[in-house]
C-alpha cells in the first residue's frame, strides 16, 4: 500500500483516497513575474513525478496547478517595465511552460489562473464575512478573523499564541488581531480591479488556491501539495479559508517538497541567491537536471552545485551505456520480477526515488554483466515512470559526454579508494554501490592480495 508523509498529521500514513481509485490533487503553483528558478523546477519535476506514480499504481488522478497572475509584485514588476500585468504574466507564463516542457513535465489536466476566478474567490470571502470569519476594516480591506477559528495554526503544528510570539508580523491599526490576513485589498490608483460588495480591489494571495481548488476538485478533495516555504502561512491560511466556508475538512494529505539550497541558504528570488532554470539548462541537458532532482527524496533537501550536477551527469550517462551496450527490448514492466518489486516498494514508501534509482543502477549492472535485453528493456521502463532513460542512448552520449563515454582512468582511480574507504567502515552496502556503477560502464573490479585491480570489460 502507498504510504504518505502527511505534513498535517507529521507522520507516515496509509493512502487512502476519498474515492476509490480516483484521486484528486492540488499543488500551489508559479507567481509569474520572472523566470522560474530551480527550487521552482523541483515543485514542476517533484509533483510530476508524484502524479507519475499514482497513476502507474492504477489511480485515475486530476491534477490541478494554478497561477498567481495578479499580486503586488506582478503589478509592481509591470510598472516598473512599462506594460499592463497581463502583458508581463503572458510573456513569463509562456517561459514557464517552455522550461517544464524541457524538464519533462507533463501538463497538469488544469491550470486556471487566478485572475479567471475572481468571482468564487467574491463568494468565499461573502460566506466568511456572513459567518463572522471576516470583516470589513476601516482602510476598506477585507480580512479574516483567524481567532475565530479554532484549528487555526494545526499545519504549523503552533498555538495562535505560539504564533503570534514566533512570527514577525507588521503592526497593521486595520487588523483586529495581528495574525489577521486579507482576504480583499481595497482598490489603489494606477492597480487592476475588480468590483465587489466591499468596493473595488482585488483578491488576496491566499483566497485563490481555496476558491479555485473549491470549483475544480471539491470541498474536501485528497491531496495538496506545494513548496516547504508555503506550508506557513499560505497553506494554514487556506485551511481556514475553505474549512470556514465549507465547513468540512479541506484536504487529507499535505506533501510539502524540500527546499534548493546554496551555501546553506534557501535559494529564492527574494535573497538573489537564485538559478534561473533556464541558466541551469546553458550548461546541462534537462534530463540531468531532472535526475539530478529525482534522485534525492523530495522532502530532504536539494543542495545545488555545479559539482553536484556533473555527479549526476556521470550518475546518468552510465545508465545511458548500459543500454547502449544492451539494446532494451520493448516489454510491460513484470512487478514480479525482485528489481522491479524493491522498486514499487521504494516508490510506495513516500516516494522513495533515492531507493528506486538505486534500482536502476543495480538494472543497469545485471543487464550490462548477462547482456540480457529484456533486463535493459526493464532499466528503461522503470525509468520511464520518473520520467528517465527515454531518449536515444547513442544521441545522449554523443549529444553530452562525446566519444569518451564513461569513468576515465582518474575517476576509476579515485572511486576504488572510496570503494576502499567504504569497507574499511565496514559500509559494505556503498562499497557494492560503486562497484555495481562501475560495472554499469564495463569496468571490472578484482580484488586480491596485492588490492584491487581494474579492467574495461
Given at each position: 500500500?502507498?504510504?504518505?508523509?502527511?505534513?498535517?498529521?507529521?507522520?507516515?500514513?496509509?493512502?487512502?483516497?476519498?474515492?476509490?481509485?480516483?484521486?484528486?490533487?492540488?499543488?500551489?503553483?508559479?507567481?509569474?513575474?520572472?523566470?522560474?528558478?530551480?527550487?521552482?523546477?523541483?515543485?514542476?519535476?517533484?509533483?510530476?513525478?508524484?502524479?507519475?506514480?499514482?497513476?502507474?499504481?492504477?489511480?485515475?488522478?486530476?491534477?490541478?496547478?494554478?497561477?498567481?497572475?495578479?499580486?503586488?509584485?506582478?503589478?509592481?514588476?509591470?510598472?516598473?517595465?512599462?506594460?499592463?500585468?497581463?502583458?508581463?504574466?503572458?510573456?513569463?507564463?509562456?517561459?514557464?511552460?517552455?522550461?517544464?516542457?524541457?524538464?519533462?513535465?507533463?501538463?497538469?489536466?488544469?491550470?486556471?489562473?487566478?485572475?479567471?476566478?475572481?468571482?468564487?474567490?467574491?463568494?468565499?470571502?461573502?460566506?466568511?464575512?456572513?459567518?463572522?470569519?471576516?470583516?470589513?476594516?476601516?482602510?476598506?480591506?477585507?480580512?479574516?478573523?483567524?481567532?475565530?477559528?479554532?484549528?487555526?495554526?494545526?499545519?504549523?503544528?503552533?498555538?495562535?499564541?505560539?504564533?503570534?510570539?514566533?512570527?514577525?508580523?507588521?503592526?497593521?491599526?486595520?487588523?483586529?488581531?495581528?495574525?489577521?490576513?486579507?482576504?480583499?485589498?481595497?482598490?489603489?490608483?494606477?492597480?487592476?480591479?475588480?468590483?465587489?460588495?466591499?468596493?473595488?480591489?482585488?483578491?488576496?494571495?491566499?483566497?485563490?488556491?481555496?476558491?479555485?481548488?473549491?470549483?475544480?476538485?471539491?470541498?474536501?478533495?485528497?491531496?495538496?501539495?506545494?513548496?516547504?516555504?508555503?506550508?506557513?502561512?499560505?497553506?494554514?491560511?487556506?485551511?481556514?479559508?475553505?474549512?470556514?466556508?465549507?465547513?468540512?475538512?479541506?484536504?487529507?494529505?499535505?506533501?510539502?517538497?524540500?527546499?534548493?539550497?546554496?551555501?546553506?541558504?534557501?535559494?529564492?528570488?527574494?535573497?538573489?541567491?537564485?538559478?534561473?532554470?533556464?541558466?541551469?539548462?546553458?550548461?546541462?541537458?534537462?534530463?540531468?537536471?531532472?535526475?539530478?532532482?529525482?534522485?534525492?527524496?523530495?522532502?530532504?533537501?536539494?543542495?545545488?552545485?555545479?559539482?553536484?550536477?556533473?555527479?549526476?551527469?556521470?550518475?546518468?550517462?552510465?545508465?545511458?551505456?548500459?543500454?547502449?551496450?544492451?539494446?532494451?527490448?520493448?516489454?510491460?514492466?513484470?512487478?514480479?520480477?525482485?528489481?522491479?518489486?524493491?522498486?514499487?516498494?521504494?516508490?510506495?514508501?513516500?516516494?522513495?526515488?533515492?531507493?528506486?534509482?538505486?534500482?536502476?543502477?543495480?538494472?543497469?549492472?545485471?543487464?550490462?554483466?548477462?547482456?540480457?535485453?529484456?533486463?535493459?528493456?526493464?532499466?528503461?521502463?522503470?525509468?520511464?515512470?520518473?520520467?528517465?532513460?527515454?531518449?536515444?542512448?547513442?544521441?545522449?552520449?554523443?549529444?553530452?559526454?562525446?566519444?569518451?563515454?564513461?569513468?576515465?582512468?582518474?575517476?576509476?582511480?579515485?572511486?576504488?579508494?572510496?570503494?576502499?574507504?567504504?569497507?574499511?567502515?565496514?559500509?559494505?552496502?556503498?562499497?557494492?554501490?560503486?562497484?555495481?556503477?562501475?560495472?554499469?560502464?564495463?569496468?571490472?573490479?578484482?580484488?586480491?592480495?596485492?588490492?584491487?585491480?581494474w579492467r574495461r570489460g
Amino acid at each position: 500500500m502507498l504510504k504518505l508523509y502527511n505534513s498535517l498529521s507529521r507522520r507516515l500514513e496509509d493512502f487512502v483516497p476519498i474515492r476509490p481509485s480516483q484521486v484528486r490533487i492540488y499543488v500551489c503553483g508559479m507567481t509569474v513575474y520572472d523566470f522560474c528558478h530551480l527550487g521552482h523546477a523541483r515543485v514542476f519535476v517533484v509533483f510530476d513525478m508524484v502524479v507519475r506514480w499514482l497513476r502507474a499504481s492504477g489511480f485515475q488522478v486530476q491534477y490541478v496547478r494554478n497561477i498567481t497572475d495578479i499580486d503586488d509584485k506582478i503589478i509592481k514588476r509591470a510598472h516598473e517595465n512599462g506594460e499592463t500585468p497581463a502583458e508581463l504574466t503572458g510573456r513569463f507564463i509562456k517561459a514557464m511552460h517552455e522550461d517544464e516542457t524541457k524538464l519533462g513535465v507533463l501538463p497538469p489536466d488544469a491550470e486556471p489562473r487566478a485572475t479567471e476566478y475572481v468571482a468564487e474567490m467574491l463568494s468565499m470571502i461573502g460566506a466568511l464575512v456572513d459567518k463572522g470569519l471576516a470583516y470589513r476594516a476601516d482602510n476598506g480591506d477585507v480580512y479574516y478573523s483567524v481567532h475565530g477559528f479554532p484549528a487555526y495554526g494545526a499545519l504549523s503544528g503552533k498555538s495562535l499564541d505560539d504564533l503570534r510570539a514566533g512570527e514577525r508580523v507588521e503592526v497593521d491599526p486595520n487588523k483586529r488581531d495581528p495574525m489577521d490576513f486579507v482576504l480583499w485589498k481595497a482598490a489603489k490608483q494606477g492597480e487592476p480591479s475588480w468590483e465587489s460588495p466591499w468596493g473595488p480591489g482585488r483578491p488576496g494571495w491566499h483566497i485563490e488556491c481555496s476558491a479555485m481548488s473549491g470549483k475544480l476538485l471539491g470541498a474536501h478533495f485528497d491531496i495538496h501539495g506545494g513548496g516547504q516555504d508555503l506550508q506557513f502561512p499560505h497553506h494554514e491560511n487556506e485551511i481556514a479559508q475553505s474549512e470556514g466556508t465549507h465547513g468540512c475538512k479541506f484536504v487529507n494529505y499535505w506533501l510539502h517538497n524540500g527546499f534548493v539550497r546554496v551555501d546553506n541558504e534557501k535559494m529564492s528570488k527574494s535573497l538573489g541567491n537564485f538559478f534561473t532554470i533556464r541558466e541551469v539548462l546553458d550548461k546541462f541537458d534537462p534530463e540531468v537536471v531532472r535526475f539530478f532532482i529525482l534522485r534525492a527524496h523530495y522532502r530532504s533537501p536539494l543542495n545545488y552545485s555545479d559539482v553536484h550536477l556533473e555527479d549526476a551527469k556521470g550518475a546518468l550517462t552510465r545508465l545511458y551505456t548500459a543500454l547502449k551496450n544492451v539494446p532494451p527490448a520493448e516489454t510491460a514492466i513484470d512487478w514480479e520480477n525482485p528489481l522491479a518489486a524493491r522498486y514499487r516498494a521504494a516508490m510506495d514508501e513516500d516516494f522513495g526515488t533515492p531507493e528506486a534509482v538505486a534500482v536502476l543502477f543495480e538494472l543497469a549492472s545485471e543487464a550490462n554483466k548477462l547482456q540480457d535485453s529484456g533486463l535493459s528493456g526493464l532499466l528503461k521502463s522503470l525509468g520511464g515512470v520518473l520520467g528517465l532513460l527515454q531518449d536515444d542512448p547513442e544521441g545522449f552520449l554523443k549529444r553530452w559526454v562525446g566519444e569518451s563515454v564513461g569513468p576515465q582512468e582518474t575517476d576509476i582511480e579515485a572511486m576504488i579508494t572510496a570503494r576502499d574507504d567504504a569497507k574499511k567502515s565496514r559500509n559494505f552496502s556503498e562499497a557494492d554501490r560503486i562497484r555495481d556503477e562501475l560495472r554499469v560502464s564495463g569496468i571490472i573490479l578484482e580484488d586480491g592480495p596485492l588490492g584491487t585491480t581494474w579492467r574495461r570489460g
